[in-house]
């Protein structure tokens, strides 16, 4: 049955469901933010059928409402519910990277109309904002659901049922195991993605070339950095209790490695580097992980004029799409390497084997 559903939050993720849920039903979405721009833009490109300026005028109309705003605002939302004289049931939903005190806000919910059922799609970008929204940007994703026991099946059947358009894949946990695993796969490294930007920032000062150095290694580990800071800081509040524990750990392991190197234990070292490689490669092997990364291919080139053109028309000529392409360290007049990222393994694979057929040097990331 066609479910009239809003989405409170018109951004990336708010946006990108959206467009997922539009490609896939024939469901009535109605869209509120508190920024006029992003109402307007959604209706004007067709990513929402209507767009409403009062979030309690939305959610009196919907039978299924996704909160898609940064935390803290989601949770003054849930907050505005008790606030409107629901006439009908209502899942009510959101999309929040923490779940603890979105659930605690929940659980002060008094209408016996509403089904609350927490959710994460475990998908993003570095951009914000719907412009930037997609409507593939969740697929093959984990989207996380954290109901409550006493949550009836059907609704979150009805809910999964929705969100189909968003071709991930769900499984349900409680709050605190979500916002243990998400800190340490997520928020934990993007605190130290960002302290590692601010170490390289501050040896600028003594060595100016660093960031022309900052090469394969430095960028990989630090993407995320790159990412909307409003919204990981208030990630990092509202999940500040575990990432402190994480910190704490961390220091703790830092002065660790501290020891060892004043103490020469160059043997305790090497151990310690052989366990991270190994537990690092077994990521690899099982499945992707959570937020879905690419397979990558990397392609030995000449910095003549065209190189680039050349490679991507022979996997054109393959129909083989390429999510993304990087070039790193070119220098003038020798060779250089290309990062292409495919999002299947099998476009990595064809390509590996069509541009080697071809004559380059590829190297698998494995
Ligand atoms: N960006 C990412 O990679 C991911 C983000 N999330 C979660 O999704 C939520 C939204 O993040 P993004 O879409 O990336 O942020 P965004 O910055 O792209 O969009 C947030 C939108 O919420 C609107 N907004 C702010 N306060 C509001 C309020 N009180 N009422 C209605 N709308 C309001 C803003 O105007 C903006 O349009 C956050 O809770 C975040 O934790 C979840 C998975 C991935
Ligand atoms: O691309 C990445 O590595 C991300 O970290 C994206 C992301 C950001 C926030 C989330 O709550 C979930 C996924």
């Given at each position: 049955m066609a479910q009239t559903i809003l989405i409170a939050g018109l951004g990336l993720i708010g946006?990108?469901?959206?467009?997922?849920?539009?490609?896939?039903?024939?469901?009535h979405l109605i869209g509120y933010d508190i920024d006029p721009k992003a109402i307007a833009y959604g209706v004007e490109n067709g990513i929402l059928d209507e767009g409403v300026a009062d979030f309690k005028v939305g959610i009196k109309q919907a039978d299924i409402c996704i909160l898609a705003a940064p935390v803290s605002k989601t949770?003054?939302?849930?907050?505005?519910?008790?606030?409107?004289n629901l006439e009908k049931p209502i899942i009510i939903t959101d999309v929040s990277s923490v779940k603890g005190s979105i659930e605690k806000a929940a659980e002060c919910i008094t209408?016996?109309?509403?089904?609350?059922?927490?959710?994460?799609?475990?998908?993003?970008?570095?951009?914000?904002?719907?412009?930037?929204?997609?409507?593939?940007?969740?697929?093959n994703a984990i989207y996380i659901l954290t109901p409550t026991n006493d949550c009836p099946k059907e609704k979150i059947a009805l809910l999964k049922d929705v969100l189909a358009g968003t071709k991930s894949t769900f499984i349900e946990l409680n709050p605190e195991e979500h916002d243990e695993m998400t800190s340490v796969i997520s928020h934990f490294p993007h605190l130290i993605a960002s302290s590692l930007v601010h170490q390289a920032k501050s040896w600028q000062t003594k060595h100016e070339k660093i960031p022309s150095l900052a090469a394969g290694g430095f960028r990989d580990i630090t993407r995320i950095a790159s990412s909307n800071p409003a919204m990981w800081q208030d990630i990092f509040f509202q999940n500040k209790h575990v990432i402190s524990r994480l910190l704490t750990d961390w220091i703790a392991e830092m002065n660790?490695?501290?020891?060892?190197?004043?103490?020469?234990?160059?043997?305790?070292?090497?151990?310690?580097?052989?366990?991270?490689?190994?537990?690092?490669?077994?990521?690899?092997?099982?499945?992707r992980g959570a937020i879905p990364a690419f397979y990558d291919?990397?392609?030995?080139?000449?910095?003549?004029?065209?190189?680039?053109?050349?490679?991507?028309?022979?996997?054109?000529?393959?129909?083989?799409?390429?999510?993304?392409?990087?070039?790193?360290?070119i220098r003038e007049g020798i060779t250089g390497v290309l990062r292409l990222s495919f999002v299947t393994k099998e476009d990595q694979l064809a390509s590996h084997r069509h541009l080697t057929k071809n004559g380059y040097e590829t190297m698998l990331e494995e």
């Open positions: 946006g990108s469901l959206a467009l997922s849920m539009k490609e896939n039903n024939d469901n949770i003054e939302l849930i907050h505005k519910i008790n606030e409107v209408s016996p109309l509403v089904t609350f059922i927490g959710g994460h799609p475990m998908a993003g970008s570095h951009k914000k904002g719907i412009e930037a929204a997609k409507s593939h940007l969740f697929e660790d490695l501290q020891q060892l190197l004043q103490t020469d234990n160059q043997v305790e070292m090497y151990d310690y580097l052989v366990q991270a490689k190994e537990f690092r490669d077994g990521l690899d092997k099982t499945k291919l990397f392609v030995d080139i000449f910095d003549q004029t065209g190189a680039l053109l050349k490679v991507v028309s022979l996997l054109a000529e393959k129909d083989i799409s390429i999510k993304n392409i990087e070039i790193l360290e």
